[in-house]
Each structure stands twice: as C-alpha cells, then as structure tokens.
C-alpha cells in the first residue's frame, strides 16, 4: 500500500528504502489494479526506475528535496517531454510532445518520480470519466461507479494507493469532484496561482491545475512545488509563495465559516448529514458558522456552460490534423471531402468524441453572429454577479462551504445518455472557476454511515461510498483553505484505503 | 420550462450550418442528436436570460495581477525538426507540413 508524501521521504531520509524501493512497489501495485481500474493511459516503468535510481546515486542533492523519491501520477493533459500525452483522446493517441509542462519541471527539480500519465475525459470534459477514448475509469471503492471527472483517473489512483499523489486540471471541479467522488483530498488552487503553460486548454479563462493527494499535508507539500510566477504563462501570478506546510496549526478558532444553506435544499440526504456533521466538527474546534448568501449562484451551472463552451470550442479549433496529432486518411468519393476543408471536416469528426463534438457546436453557436451578445456576452455579465457574490461573503467570513458533489458516485452508464443531467454535477464545483477563487475538497464521510464497503464493490449496495466538503476561500489564500481542511482532517478516523485487494483480471 | 424566450430545438439544416462553422463533418445521426441535446442544453441554461445584467461589466479573465510584459531577448525553443516530428505529413527536407491542396 502506498504511503503518504511524508512517510516515504522519511524512509528515504532514514536509509530504510530507496526511492528504487519506492518506485518499484508502485509500478507493481501500478500493474496489480490497473487492468481493474484503467486509471492509467500510459506507464512510464523503465524511465520511472531510472529516475528513482538517480536519485538514489546522489543523496546529498536530494536531501532537502520536499518531493525526493516521491511517486507522481500526472493526468494525461499534461505536456511531458518524449512521453505520450493523449489527453484520452484519439486526436492526440500517438501524441509525443516536445516539451516539458511547467508543472512536470517544477515537480522532477524536487525530486519527484513520474510513473505515468493517468486516464480522464476526453479534452477534461465530462463529469464522470466516461468521456475518455480508452474506456471508463472505475472508483476504486465500487468498481461498478464512476470516479469522477475529469481527473478521474487521478483520484483513483490515489484512492487505490498506487501514488502518494497525482496531478489533475480543473475547469469546473475536475480536481475536486473525483477527489470527493473517490475519498481523496483535492485542490483546485486560484486562477494564475499555478502555470499552465504545457496543460492541453480546455477553457482558458477557468482552467487551473492541482494536486490530489490523501492527506491535506501532501495537497499543501505539493501546492508549495507547482506554485509561483511563469515567464511562459502570462495569466500566472507573481505574488509571493507562503510556506503552506506552516498553515496546518490545527487552530480554527479565528475562522468565520460561511454556509450557504438556500443552496443546498434538495442535494442527496447523506451528502446533506454528513455536510452538517463536518461542519460541526469544526464548530466544535472553536470556529464560527455563519449562514450566507449567494443569491446567484444557481445561475452558475448555466452560466459556466455557455462560457467554457465558447472557449472549448475556440481552443480545440487548433485540431486541425496538420502540425501534430490525427489526421483522417485519403479523401473520399464525395467531392465535398476532397481538399484541405474536407480534411479539416473529416480528422475533426474521427478524432473527437461525443461529448467534445457536442460541446465545440455548442460553443460554436453561442459564439456565432446573432447569438453572441444573448448567449455568450449575456453569460459573462452573469459571471460578474456570481464573482460579486462571493467579495460580498467575504466581507463577513473567511471560507464559503458546501458538499462538492450532490451525489456520491454513480454508477457507471447512469448519466451517460443525459447531458444536462450530467451537467448538474457540477452544481457546486463550477463557482469557483468561474471566480478564479481556491477550493478543495476534503473527505468528510461515506454512504450508509459505518464507512465500510463490501470488497471490491457490490453492485447492489450504495453504502460505502466517500463524500467530499468542498471550502471554497480568499484569492491566493490556500493556506486557510489548507488549514481549516487540516483541522478537519485531524478529527476523523475515514477509512482511507478502498477494500482492496481489487480482484486482478 | 419557461414560458418565454424558450429555443425551440433546432433543425437539422441549423446543426449543419453551425457544424460547418466548426469544422466537423457529423454523421445523420449525430446532426438529429444534437439538434435535439443542443436544444435541451440551451433551454436549461435559458434561465440566465431572466438575470437583469443591464450595467454590469462582462467578465472575460479573473487572471488578478499580470506578470509585465517579459524582456525581448532571444530564448531557446524547439527547433524545426523537432516541430515537424508531430506532424500527420511533413515535408521534413523542405521544412513544412504538407496540406491536401487547396486550390482546383
């Protein structure tokens, strides 16, 4: 099993393994779960182990290394230099990118080992991970339900404890919602806090990356490597990096946590019970529940497809099978398909999925001459009123919570043919892109109370399934976010391994 | 839904015209699909239509303080080899991606 961000640095520290060691138990757990979860598109073993064993060779360089040794999964949207990068699409299957992500260079210079690239939705666009081109990943809790999306395949790593810790991207929840969806902590950190130069756009204006990890300590550890100003990301952010490790004090007695209870009336009753019981964990930790309002906020789902849309289908008009990626074979007999513009036409419908097609016409229309001003325009005055919302709330408090997700995981298939139901998931989540401003979510309870799931996953049971709080913050102050998710995190006893063994095929 | 302003679907000549803009050849199937899902889609999101934004600044970017503009100095990127090695078709001796041809 896995360890934590600073157990394996301890082992390593103290001589008791390598990060050979390391590596080597991850690969194997990699190969044990994976045929059972898909949450990896492509495993990196032979430079994996060579990385670890570089890092073994010089100790005294890696000494002080805050991520030494340390296995890292990266979500498949993310550029690595030499390694295939699909974003589990068939435009880019055979994908090799010719450069680093800022995020890949900033996590290898602390001394991370990447094992490989990890399964989401095509183009991270989905709430499920069912969008991906090379099949569904599964939640490691019941392999019969989605992990979550879009950085599904992330989360289930994690959860599965083949990695300490994975990268996602988060355009609308894609970090926070498989985190809760798979019993995971993650961030999705303010706009500009984190480069995104080497991220496969989605929507520019909203797209960030994080991390996912087990614990709150790692989520910080991690957040401290990614974070700071990029020559190459114009939108990164030159304000200072705290040391977010030294927020977690466990002290919440200065905290004023806002709840916006109008919000939450006909969310899933267990989401609903364990919600309330967290927040009186930490009401009971001396912090103070305020109730507040944010009268726009159920404009946001709406407003967060109109404009993710438009920019999704500005991004990938990029797709064109010419300098890199798929292109469809030799024109056909209808002399419409001959040309370049029948080229373009024809490696744009083999290379994109459903879902990907339906969101580029979407945005091509609310782009289109007539129906930008009613659509487009009118959904970004519509995104000042929700941001304004929030600088109101917090004028009276210092975070905003709610659940992540107003359901557990679903299963499989369940949503699937629905679009707009699909789209509901993101009920909770879509905020906080549309503000720029910081969230996580954090594990705050299972299905059916006990916390306990039957090995493997029982189709027929919907008990033991993890459920996230969401704590949405200040711009560019994840540490609070980080210190109250702590302090909460220091009360609980959540199971934090799935029932594994997961059965191998 | 809402008793005003509702899309009332699209027709199949609508989804083309916009499939065209988008570059994408859709399949019978996929244009009857969306011309009923894209119509679902907008009628769900008609609600932001009630919201009175009248005076209200658009919001495009929430990026908070930009990095100034970097120096003009000369700074190592890939070369042409590298560029076209992606490449569905590359004339890689000529140094160009080749395109089906686009005139006549």
Request: a negative charge; one cysteine or more.
């Amino acid at each position: 099993m896995s360890a934590t961000i600073r157990e394996v640095r301890d082992a390593i520290r103290s001589g008791t393994r390598s990060a050979a060691d390391v590596c080597s138990d991850a690969l194997a757990r990699i190969e044990q779960a994976n045929p059972s979860l898909n949450a990896f598109n492509t495993v990196v073993a032979d430079r994996a182990m060579a990385r670890a064993r570089e890092i073994d060779k010089d100790p005294d360089r890696w000494r002080s290394a805050p991520l030494a040794g340390v296995p890292v999964a990266l979500k498949d949207n993310l550029c690595t230099r030499g390694v295939r990068t699909t974003a589990s699409s068939r435009m880019l299957e055979h994908y090799v990118p010719p450069y680093d992500a800022t995020v890949v260079a900033r996590l290898e210079d602390a001394g991370a080992v990447i094992v490989g690239k990890t399964n989401c939705d095509e183009f991270a666009m989905g709430s499920s991970n069912e969008n991906s081109a090379f099949g569904p990943v599964r939640n490691p809790w019941a392999l019969d339900r989605i992990p979550g999306g879009t950085s599904g395949g992330s989360a289930a790593a994690v959860a599965a404890g083949l990695t300490p810790v994975a990268l996602g991207s988060d355009t609308g929840g894609s970090i926070r919602q498989p985190a809760a969806l798979c019993g995971v902590v993650g961030l999705k950190p303010t706009y500009g806090r984190v480069s995104r130069y080497g991220l496969i756009a989605h929507a520019s204006s909203l797209d960030q990356i994080g991390p996912l990890a087990r614990t709150v300590h790692d989520v910080a550890v991690t957040l401290g490597v990614l974070a700071g100003p990029d020559p190459a990301d114009a939108t990164s952010a030159a304000e200072p990096v705290p040391d977010y490790t030294a927020a977690l004090t466990g002290d919440v007695r200065d905290i004023r946590i806002g709840v916006p209870r109008a919000l939450l009336e006909g969310i899933d009753a267990e989401v609903a019970r364990a919600t309330d019981a967290a927040l009186e964990t930490l009401r009971s930790r001396g912090a103070t529940l305020v109730d507040v309002d944010l009268p726009h906020a159920r404009y946001a789902t709406p407003v967060y497809y109109l404009v993710s849309t438009a920019e999704a289908s500005s991004n990938l008009a990029r797709y064109d099978g010419v300098r890199y990626g798929f292109r469809a074979k030799d024109d056909g007999p209808n002399p419409k398909d001959r040309g370049l513009r029948g080229m373009y036409a024809r490696t744009r419908a083999q290379g994109f999925g459903p879902e990907v097609k339906r969101r580029i016409m979407l945005g091509t229309y609310v782009l289109s001459a007539g129906y930008y001003d009613a659509y487009y325009l009118k959904a970004q005055r519509a995104r000042t009123l929700i941001l304004r919302d929030y600088d109101r709330a917090f004028e009276q408090v210092d975070v905003v919570a709610m659940p992540t997700s107003p359901t557990p995981a679903v299963r499989i298939g369940e949503r699937v043919s629905n679009p707009v139901q699909m789209y509901l998931m993101d009920v909770f989540t879509v905020s906080a892109n549309l503000s720029g401003l910081p969230a996580i979510s954090v594990p705050c309870g299972f299905t059916g109370g006990s916390g306990t799931a039957q090995a493997g996953g029982s189709p027929s049971s919907d008990g033991g399934l993890p459920i996230g709080l969401q704590l949405m913050g200040r711009r560019f102050d994840e540490a609070t976010l980080l210190r109250i998710a702590d302090a909460y995190e220091r009360d609980t006893e959540w199971p934090t391994q799935p029932p594994l063994p997961i059965p191998s095929r | 839904m809402l008793a005003f302003g509702m899309p009332a679907g699209f027709t199949r000549d609508q989804i083309a015209a916009i499939a065209a803009l988008a570059h994408l050849d859709l399949d019978a199937a996929e244009i009857d699909l969306f011309a009923r899902q894209l119509g679902e889609i907008l009628e769900y999101a008609e609600v932001v239509q009630q919201l009175d934004t009248a005076g209200v600044q658009p919001t495009s970017s929430v990026a908070g303080s930009h990095l100034s503009d970097r120096a003009d100095e000369v700074q190592p990127s890939i070369d042409r080899d590298e560029a076209l090695a992606g490449a569905p078709d590359a004339a890689v001796d000529a140094g160009f991606f080749r395109v089906p041809r686009v005139l006549g």
